[in-house]
C-alpha cells in the first residue's frame, strides 16, 4: 500500500551525481581528449578516432567497453584493439579535470536542502574518477557521505542494485524508509527507489533525458526545482 505523502518522514536524500548536480559531458570531453592525446601518441589518426569514441560514448557513456567499440568501428583488427585499448583506458582513467561547475543555483538548494535532512551523494563509476569529479566540483561541504556504488561490488552492485540503501543506512543509522531520491535516470535512480520502496523526483537533464519515465514519476526540469518539490511536499 502507498503511503501518503503526509505519511513519510524524510530524513535523508540520496542524489546522484552526474548530470544531476553538474553536466557529465563538461567531464566527458576532456576526457575524450585526454585520450585523443594518447591516441596520437600510439599512432593512432587522433581526429578519427576521437569523432569515432564521440559517437560510441553518445549511445550511452556507462555501457562499458566504450574505447575498444570505437577502435573496432574505426577499423582497427582484433590484434591492433587487444594492442592499444589497455593504454586508451589508462588516459581515460587517469584524467582529472582542472574544473567542473555545478549547474546554476545547485549550491543554494544544497544548502537549502541540508537544513533538513541529510544528504548523501550515491554515484555509480570508477571511485578514484567519482571522487575526483565531486572533489572538483566544491560541494562536499553540504554532504554527509560520499558512497560510490562500484566500492561495494563491482559494475553488478551499481544503481539499480539495492545494497546501496543498506550501506548508506548503516553510514548514517537511519531506515532506509526515511530515504527518498533525487537524480537524472529512470533506469537508475528511478528503478533504485522503486526497489527500495521510496520516494524520488527525476531531474530531467543531461544524456538521458530523452528516456521516458515510468507513469507517475514526478519530473521537474532541474536540481533547484528537484529541491523545491521535496521542501514543499515532505518539510
Do not use: W
Not at 567531464?27 to 578516432?49: I, K, M, N, S, T
Not at 531520491?181 to 533504485?192: E, N
Not at 528516456?211 to 514526478?218: I, M, N
Request: a negative charge; charged letters at 25%.
Amino acid at each position: 500500500m502507498t503511503r501518503s505523502t503526509s505519511e513519510v518522514d524524510i530524513r535523508a536524500v540520496l542524489i546522484d551525481l552526474d548530470d544531476t548536480l553538474y553536466p557529465q559531458s563538461s567531464f566527458l570531453e576532456g576526457a575524450v581528449l585526454a585520450v585523443g592525446g594518447r591516441a596520437r601518441e600510439l599512432g593512432l589518426d587522433r581526429d578519427r578516432f576521437i569523432e569515432t569514441f564521440r559517437s560510441v560514448l553518445a549511445r550511452g557513456s556507462d555501457t562499458g567497453h566504450t574505447i575498444d567499440t570505437a577502435l573496432v568501428e574505426s577499423g582497427y583488427d582484433a590484434d591492433e584493439v587487444l594492442r592499444l585499448t589497455a593504454p586508451l583506458v589508462g588516459a581515460f582513467l587517469q584524467y582529472r579535470p582542472l574544473s567542473l561547475e555545478c549547474y546554476p543555483r545547485v549550491r543554494e538548494s544544497l544548502e537549502r536542502l541540508a537544513q533538513r535532512a541529510a544528504l548523501v551523494c550515491l554515484t555509480d563509476g570508477q571511485p578514484d574518477l567519482q571522487r575526483a569529479k565531486f572533489s572538483c566540483l566544491g560541494v562536499d561541504t553540504y554532504f554527509r557521505a560520499l558512497v560510490i556504488t562500484d566500492e561495494l561490488g563491482g559494475r553488478s552492485l551499481r544503481k539499480p542494485a539495492t545494497a546501496c540503501l543498506n550501506r548508506v543506512s548503516e553510514i548514517l543509522s537511519i531506515p532506509v524508509r526515511n530515504f527518498f531520491v533525487i537524480g537524472d535516470r529512470p533506469d537508475k535512480d528511478v528503478a533504485l527507489a522503486h526497489f527500495g520502496g521510496i520516494g524520488v523526483v527525476r531531474v530531467h537533464q543531461g544524456e538521458y533525458r530523452d528516456k521516458a519515465s515510468p507513469q507517475g514519476v514526478v519530473t521537474v526540469d532541474d536540481f533547484p526545482s528537484a529541491v523545491d518539490y521535496v521542501i514543499e511536499t515532505y518539510f
